[in-house]
Nanobody
Framework: QVQLVESGGGLVQPGGSLRLSCAASGNIFRLNAMAWYRQAPGKERELVATIASGGETNYADSVKGRFTISRDNAKNTVYLQMNSLKPEDTAVYYC???????????????WGQGTLVTVSS
């Protein structure tokens, strides 16, 4: 009913920047909180940043001051601007959204397919 599609991943050198995008589509009535998670090889998935429908944000300590999450409610899109990237930021980044669907007005927890970010020289 609702799909999330990420884009913007790739290979970047240490100290570089990338901007991830995640567009939601489908039978959406409203998107509540949205978030970015990441999973590095051999590690568990971890929360990177969250943004509420009103714009309030929270960040993992490891990315504070370097990453910025934002959203465009008119486009049903969430972004992650990543600056000063480090090799330890290498991971598959996943978009997550709490989506309220039309007709039922039930809230679902939706995940994207992930986009790979590799930070390496």
């Amino acid at each position: 009913q609702v799909q999330l599609v990420e884009s913007g991943g790739g290979l970047v050198q240490p100290g570089g920047s990338l901007r991830l995008s995640c567009a939601a589509s489908g039978n959406i009535f409203r998107l509540n909180a949205m978030a970015w998670y990441r999973q590095a090889p051999g590690k568990e998935r971890e929360l990177v940043a969250t943004i509420a429908s009103g714009g309030e944000t929270n960040y993992a300590d490891s990315v504070k001051g370097r990453f910025t999450i934002s959203r465009d409610n008119a486009k049903n899109t969430v972004y992650l601007q990543m600056n000063s990237l480090k090799p330890e930021d290498t991971a598959v980044y996943y978009c997550n959204a709490r989506a309220v669907v039309r007709l039922s007005y039930r809230e679902f927890d939706i995940w994207g397919q992930g986009t790979l970010v590799t930070v390496s020289s």
